[in-house]
Structures are given as C-alpha cells and as structure tokens.
C-alpha cells in the first residue's frame, strides 16, 4: 500500500497578493461610495425635519381653533445646539418649556430669514409663492388664519422660513416651509438648481 505524501501545492486558498487586491478593490469602492450615503442621510434626515416642522405648524394651527384663541410658533436653537420649535399662547414671550409642544430638527439646521453664504439657492420667488411672506414666529388666529401678532392684533399673512443643514455640501441642503394666507402649509426642498416640493 502506497502512501500519499501531500506538499503545500496541494493546498487550496488565497494568496497574499490576492487577499490584498480584494481589500484595496474593497477600500476603493468604500472611498466613493461613503460621501454618497451620507449626503443621501442627510437629505433624509433634513427631508423628516422639515415634515415635522410641517406637523408643528399644522397642530399651532389647530389648537388655536380648538381653544379659541392666537397661538405662536416660535424657534429655539440652531447654529450649535439642536433647532427647536415650539407652540406657546401668542402674548407668551418665554422661552420654551418642557409642557409645550414641541418637535426636535436633525442637528446641524440652522433657520435663517433668506439664504445665504457660499452656495446659496435664490430665495423663493413671491410669484412662486403667491404672496409676500413675513419671515418672524408664524401665529394662527382661533379661525386658523395665519398672522403676525402685534401688541394683541394679529394681521393675516403669510410666511416663510428657511433652513440650511451644514452637513450637505454645496447648493444642496437647503429646505423651507411656506404658509399661505390662507394657511396652506407647503415644504420647499432645493435641488442644486431650483426649488421643489
């Protein structure tokens, strides 16, 4: 009976060479594919900001019917902390408290009245909107109505806010919400080259 003497060349698996062909192929695609994902996370996350927002405004709205009575939407926050928005009774001028209602955007979004700095998109044209918007807190009247209050008048008009994540490089990044007169409430995203909803 013969035995068989087995040598290394009977051994399968992978080379060095190989293995490190594989984890720089691997590196390469993980190199270009990573900057993609995190913008497309943070679209994501600026896209759910905006609907909460969105939210927000809607319930300011609706409690001001179901209470009878003007009600505001003001922010806190931005720049370096989290951007808040909350709900308070319109001649409420303090700052946000933990029985307000409230909702949380995705840091780092900042509000600003009109874009601006490097990359920033024209401002939503006013034939676009429909009307010349207020840039202050939004309040509702307890008809629904937005407007802006004043020293216990509330005049109807309309509103705009807008909003730059600093984690989305370039024109990208930017959203804003719209409320109409009539109080439509519309979500605004910048696409690099114009607004869309």
Request: proline share 4%; aromatic share 8%.
């Amino acid at each position: 009976m013969k035995h068989r003497v087995s040598n290394h060349s009977d051994r399968s698996g992978f080379s060095l060479l190989e293995v490190l062909i594989v984890v720089a192929v691997a590196m390469v695609v993980t190199a270009t594919a990573v900057p993609g994902m995190t913008t497309a996370i943070a679209n994501a996350k600026l896209r759910a900001s905006m609907t909460s927002l969105s939210g927000l405004l809607q319930n300011t709205r609706m409690v001001a019917v179901q209470q009878s009575k003007t009600k505001t939407a003001h922010f806190s926050g931005g720049t370096t902390t989290r951007l808040i928005g909350f709900i308070k009774d319109a001649a409420d001028t303090s700052a946000v408290a933990t029985k307000d209602a409230q909702v949380e955007m995705e840091a780092p979004i900042t509000r600003l009245t009109t874009p601006s700095g490097p990359g920033a998109p024209t401002a939503i044209s006013t034939t676009a909107l429909g009307f010349t918007p207020q840039t202050g807190d939004s309040s509702f009247n307890s008809r629904g109505l937005p407007c802006a209050y004043s020293s216990g008048t509330c005049t109807n008009y309309g509103f705009i806010y807008y909003f730059k994540d600093s984690r989305i490089t370039g024109s990208g990044g930017w959203a804003a919400i719209s409320v109409s007169p009539a109080g439509r409430i519309k979500r605004w995203f910048h696409n690099g080259s114009i607004w869309t909803d």
